[in-house]
């Protein structure tokens, strides 16, 4: 999500008397509070589980968050539909992949000098699952976050990030639903639709499965998502107008 709110709080040029002017227009002091109360929240979960038991929430706002960051960068484009997708995905890529391979690199490499031929059969089955951003669906199977059984799986922090990544490939979707909506009225019915259906299956899923899979964490990013609709039309202005 550090990508979103770089890109949401970068400098637009303005021309004045012939000069470029910076400004930052788009920096939002509530989402930079939310966003370090959620950190601060699930670090103190992992430092002091007994104190802060629901630190674990700040993903969950988290999520809220990022699809609010999404939605907002892909209306600022004045592009084309395919040209926005293809700049939207380019810049996923550039901006999570190498890092996250690099940190998955000196991972993998700690994994197969230090730990035993045992834990490297056992856990090393997880490592392919992280490289393919799809750590929630991996250890899916094999039981819930909170389980002591999978505790030890190295890679289980990169749950999340492949929840964020998975968001991604449908998020331009949502942006062209949104369009949708305002061309022809009844498509409105679709947003509550997926949200309310994603509820519904967190709420009624096995613990694990509410917790890993996608579908249970989508309509905490379409509410981030829907956050920015309602806001455009505050002010005004309509989504399908950008």
Same mark, same amino acid.
């Given at each position: 999500?550090?990508?979103?709110?770089?890109?949401?709080?970068?400098?637009?040029?303005?021309v004045n008397d012939?000069?470029?002017?910076?400004v930052k227009e788009?920096?939002?002091?509530?989402?930079?509070?939310?966003?370090?109360?959620?950190?601060?929240?699930?670090?103190?979960? &992992?430092? $002091?589980?007994?104190?802060?038991?629901?630190?674990?929430?700040? *993903?969950?706002? /988290? %999520?809220?968050?990022?699809?609010? =960051?999404?939605?907002?960068?892909?209306?600022?484009?004045?592009?084309?539909?395919?040209?926005?997708?293809?700049?939207?995905?380019?810049?996923?890529?550039?901006?999570?992949?190498?890092?996250?391979?690099?940190?998955?690199?000196?991972?993998?490499?700690?994994?197969?000098?230090?730990?035993?031929?045992?834990?490297?059969?056992?856990?090393?089955?997880?490592?392919?699952?992280?490289?393919?951003?799809?750590?929630?669906?991996?250890?899916?199977?094999?039981?819930?976050?909170?389980?002591?059984?999978?505790?030890?799986?190295?890679?289980? &922090?990169? $749950?999340?990030?492949?929840?964020?990544?998975?968001?991604?490939? *449908?998020?331009? /979707? %949502?942006?062209?639903?949104?369009? =949708?909506?305002?061309?022809?009225?009844?498509?409105?019915?679709?947003?509550?639709?997926?949200?309310?259906?994603?509820?519904?299956?967190?709420?009624?899923?096995?613990?694990?499965?509410?917790?890993?899979?996608?579908?249970?964490?989508?309509?905490?990013?379409?509410?981030?998502?829907?956050?920015?609709?309602?806001?455009?039309?505050?002010?005004?202005?309509?989504?399908?107008?950008?």
């Amino acid at each position: 999500m550090t990508d979103e709110c770089e890109q949401l709080i970068e400098s637009e040029s303005k021309v004045n008397d012939g000069k470029v002017v910076e400004v930052k227009e788009d920096f939002r002091d509530d989402v930079a509070v939310l966003r370090a109360l959620a950190i601060l929240a699930v670090l103190a979960f &992992h430092l $002091w589980p007994a104190t802060f038991q629901y630190g674990y929430l700040g *993903v969950d706002v /988290f %999520f809220v968050i990022s699809g609010f =960051l999404m939605m907002r960068i892909l209306t600022r484009s004045k592009e084309g539909p395919i040209l926005l997708f293809l700049k939207f995905y380019r810049r996923r890529v550039r901006r999570i992949v190498p890092l996250y391979y690099f940190v998955m690199f000196l991972t993998g490499l700690t994994l197969v000098c230090l730990y035993t031929h045992v834990y490297k059969k056992r856990y090393f089955p997880y490592y392919t699952g992280a490289l393919l951003f799809a750590t929630n669906f991996k250890v899916q199977p094999a039981g819930g976050y909170f389980e002591k059984k999978t505790t030890n799986i190295p890679f289980l &922090h990169t $749950w999340s990030l492949g929840v964020e990544m998975q968001f991604y490939v *449908v998020a331009p /979707f %949502f942006l062209y639903l949104s369009k =949708l909506c305002t061309a022809i009225k009844p498509f409105y019915l679709l947003w509550p639709a997926c949200l309310l259906f994603s509820l519904y299956y967190q709420v009624t899923a096995e613990p694990k499965d509410s917790f890993y899979h996608p579908m249970a964490r989508l309509w905490q990013f379409l509410c981030g998502m829907l956050a920015i609709v309602f806001l455009e039309k505050l002010k005004g202005k309509s989504i399908g107008e950008n």
